[in-house]
């Protein structure tokens, strides 16, 4: 007699997450195979996962979405954030609470779970996204394992060993791991509905962008604002930058840790400063200037990571709700005179923004370009652009 298989045998996990304090995770595995050391974050966004997933700034983490149901509108080759696709600059990992189902979107062009294949993104779903989530929050971002095996075998104590055994990302400099190979100029503008990208070709200014992992859609933000922008590697120096002769110079987002990327890009910075050139800057780009004007920055207990973050422009009195994606934050008691804190986050008082007096210079921490998220904050490309401008002897554009 044939022997059968009891309907209530249990399911073999595929894949697991295990954390540096010996926490095991048990779920399905989709995605590429193998394993990846990284800390665990939790976005809180309900769309765009594609464009989160390849944003460099996610280098060094995996990724927990809050909203159980992923994957629905499939992938598509316009909705990544990173410059090289072939680089695969971006989140190592993906945790989701719900099974991936089939695409059910006009602009699909292939399914989640492929495309992580191709993107080299181990992931894990059927898991309680909230118990993780409330861990996240109660104890601090975690380091951990997350490792994806078809057949189900796993050597969880060598998991375990290695979670420990990663620093962490204190002291981690990933924005070398991320920049650009050589320079390049982009010409790509916002996206428009049922047409696309388009293309900038009648340029009104020169805007050079210093890449600590830049996303497109700053640089497409940037572009459509009428900017020629020439895209320089994050250790490119000063005397270089400015042999180009920018008329405005920003400072990208970025992964790791700010303190440890200072070491080559705050001397750069200080030099570009003695300018009267307009910098702006964009998260980790923020972090870099609060360092090369004294300021210092601080690990965050879970850090701030989705679309839904109500921010407060002092300069305006307006509250924005904005895209966040940032595990370090600038310590706004350590900012000298001079330096005006123009924005703060309302969940938590942190710095979100800062300015400095009698120059043309100011960055956010949050991400104003969104992809995803709500665009409040777009105005903030406008009053850089105004800052060129202004020193071209130009009219002003309207903010909002």
């Given at each position: 007699?044939?022997?059968?298989?009891?309907?209530?045998a249990?399911?073999?996990?595929t894949a697991?997450?295990?954390l540096?304090?010996?926490?095991?995770i048990?779920g399905?595995?989709?995605?590429?195979t193998g394993?990846?050391v990284?800390?665990?974050?939790?976005?809180?966004?309900l769309t765009?996962?594609q464009?989160i997933?390849?944003?460099?700034?996610?280098a060094?983490?995996?990724v927990?979405?809050?909203?159980?149901?992923?994957?629905?509108?499939?992938?598509?080759a316009?909705d990544i954030?990173?410059?090289?696709?072939a680089a695969?600059a971006?989140?190592?990992?993906a945790?989701f609470?719900?099974d991936l189902t089939?695409?059910?979107?006009?602009?699909?062009a292939?399914?989640l779970?492929?495309?992580l294949?191709?993107?080299?993104i181990a992931?894990?779903?059927?898991?309680?996204?909230r118990?993780l989530?409330?861990?996240?929050?109660?104890?601090?971002a975690?380091?951990?394992?997350i490792?994806?095996a078809?057949d189900?075998?796993?050597d969880?104590d060598?998991l375990k060993?290695?979670a420990?055994a990663?620093?962490?990302?204190v002291g981690l400099d990933l924005a070398k791991?991320?920049?650009s190979g050589?320079?390049?100029v982009?010409t790509e503008?916002p996206?428009?509905?049922n047409?696309?990208?388009?293309?900038?070709e009648a340029?009104?200014?020169?805007v050079?962008?210093v890449?600590y992992?830049v996303k497109?859609?700053?640089l497409?933000l940037?572009?459509?604002?009428?900017?020629?922008v020439?895209?320089?590697p994050?250790k490119t120096?000063?005397?270089?930058?400015?042999?180009?002769?920018p008329d405005?110079?920003f400072?990208?987002n970025g992964p790791?840790d700010p303190a440890?990327?200072?070491?080559y890009?705050v001397p750069?910075i200080?030099?570009l400063l003695?300018?009267?050139?307009?910098i702006?800057?964009i998260?980790?780009g923020?972090q870099?200037?609060?360092?090369a004007?004294?300021?210092?920055?601080?690990?965050?207990h879970?850090?701030?990571?989705?679309?839904?973050?109500?921010?407060?422009?002092?300069?305006?009195?307006k509250?924005?709700i904005?895209s966040?994606?940032?595990g370090f934050a600038?310590?706004?008691?350590?900012?000298?005179?001079?330096v005006?804190e123009?924005?703060?986050s309302l969940?938590?008082g942190s710095?979100?923004?800062?300015?400095?007096?009698?120059?043309?210079?100011?960055?956010?921490?949050h991400?104003p370009e969104?992809?995803?998220?709500p665009q409040?904050s777009?105005?903030?490309f406008r009053r850089f652009a105004?800052?060129?401008?202004?020193r071209?002897?130009e009219?002003?554009?309207?903010?909002?």
């Open positions: 007699m044939a022997a059968t298989t009891a309907p209530w249990p399911e073999v996990p697991l997450l295990v540096a304090d010996g926490t095991v048990e399905r595995g989709l995605g590429a394993s990846a990284a800390e665990v974050c939790f976005n809180t966004a765009g996962y464009e997933l390849t944003d460099p700034s996610y060094g983490q995996i927990t979405f809050t909203f159980p149901h992923i994957g629905n509108i499939g992938t598509n316009e954030e990173d410059l090289n696709p695969r971006g989140a190592v990992g945790v609470k719900a089939n695409p059910s979107n006009y602009r699909a292939g399914d779970d492929q495309w294949k191709r993107r080299g992931a894990i779903s059927g898991i309680d996204t118990a989530t409330a861990l996240i929050r109660e104890k601090g975690p380091n951990a394992m490792a994806h078809p189900g075998k796993f969880i060598d060993q290695q420990r990663w620093s962490g990302l791991e991320v920049t050589q320079s390049s982009w503008t996206w428009v509905w047409e696309g990208y388009g293309s900038q340029p009104t200014m020169h050079v962008a890449d992992g497109r859609n700053i497409r940037l572009a459509g604002l009428g900017a020629k020439t895209v320089v994050a120096g000063a005397d270089e930058i400015l042999a180009m002769k405005g110079i400072l990208s790791g440890a990327t200072g070491g890009a750069v200080q030099d003695k300018t009267d050139i307009p702006f800057g998260c980790l923020h870099m200037l609060a360092l004007v004294g300021g210092k920055t601080e690990k965050m879970q850090g701030h990571h989705g679309a839904n973050h109500p921010v407060k422009d002092h300069t305006t009195g509250v924005e904005v966040m994606n940032h600038v310590d706004s008691k350590s900012l000298p005179e001079g005006e123009t924005h703060v969940f938590d710095n979100c923004g800062i300015a400095l007096r009698g120059k043309p210079v100011f960055s956010v921490q991400h969104a992809s995803p998220g409040d777009h105005y903030l105004n800052l060129v401008r202004e071209k002897g009219p002003a554009l309207a903010e909002r």
